[in-house]
């Protein structure tokens, strides 16, 4: 079936290292978001990058369709960073049924 | 411009009683969806609806219906709440297209069936 796999599932940080979270998708994509939902549970977008690589800051994320995946990278990482970090997607020919992985709940202690 | 409104933001229900959450964007997109997200999951789609007067179901459809009352609003309603859908619902809204089919996101109502 359609499927959307996040790694790492969990993930402890010290405050100015840098990561990198990844997620595999099963099928071919049309939209590909990635999302990050802060402590009190608030959902903002991050990126929309179906393909190819965007920066904001001191996040970026590269998505290669062709080989189903997309990473995203945090660099000098703050407290504030903390929470979970999901990627959706929109399978081709799946209309607007958005499919979200099980997230990488990120912790970043000072 | 408040964005994606949901109410109410916390509600207990006892088992078999009927409730609505109501949600309103002022983007004046239209798609708009539900969503629950349980402990340990990502969101799970319960229903959308591609654009005013037409909704579809998602993942999860089972024990909820939706009704697109406009292009702005659009509610779920739990007709005999049941344990299992204790959980917290998301609402969104979306402009189809790429490249800005962007999903913005409401705060979320918690919800407790006891």
């Known amino acids: 079936g359609i499927q959307v796999e996040q790694s790492p599932p969990d993930l402890i940080l010290q405050e100015g290292a840098n990561s990198t979270l990844r997620c595999n998708f099963s099928?071919?994509?049309?939209?590909l978001q990635w999302f990050h939902q802060n402590p009190w549970g608030q959902l903002i977008n991050l990126f929309y990058?179906?393909?190819g690589t965007k920066q904001n800051g001191r996040l970026s994320a590269t998505t290669v369709a062709t080989e189903r995946y997309s990473l995203l990278y945090i660099s000098s990482s703050q407290t504030t960073d903390s929470g979970v970090y999901f990627c959706?997607?929109?399978?081709?020919?799946?209309?607007?049924?958005?499919?979200f992985g099980i997230g990488t709940k990120l912790q970043v202690i000072p | 411009n408040a964005g994606v409104t949901q109410t109410p933001k916390f509600q207990v229900l006892k088992t078999g009683q009927s409730m609505t959450l109501q949600c309103a964007q002022d983007?004046?997109?239209?798609?708009m969806y539900w969503y629950r997200q349980d402990p340990g999951m990502g969101l799970r789609l319960i229903y959308y609806?591609?654009?005013?007067?037409?909704?579809d179901k998602g993942e999860v459809p089972n024990g909820y219906n939706v009704s697109r009352l406009n292009k702005r609003e659009f509610s779920l309603r739990l007709e005999s709440a049941a344990p299992s859908q204790t959980s917290v619902y998301f609402c969104?809204?979306?402009?189809?297209?790429?490249?800005?089919?962007?999903?913005?996101f409401g705060a979320g109502t918690r919800l407790s069936v006891l």
């Open positions: 969104a809204s979306s402009e189809p297209g790429a490249p800005k089919n962007i999903q913005y």
């Open positions: 983007m004046n997109h239209n798609s």
């Open positions: 990058i179906p393909s």
């Open positions: 609806s591609a654009s005013e007067g037409t909704t």
């Open positions: 099928d071919s994509v049309n939209n």
């Open positions: 959706a997607v929109t399978f081709s020919g799946g209309y607007q049924k958005v499919t």
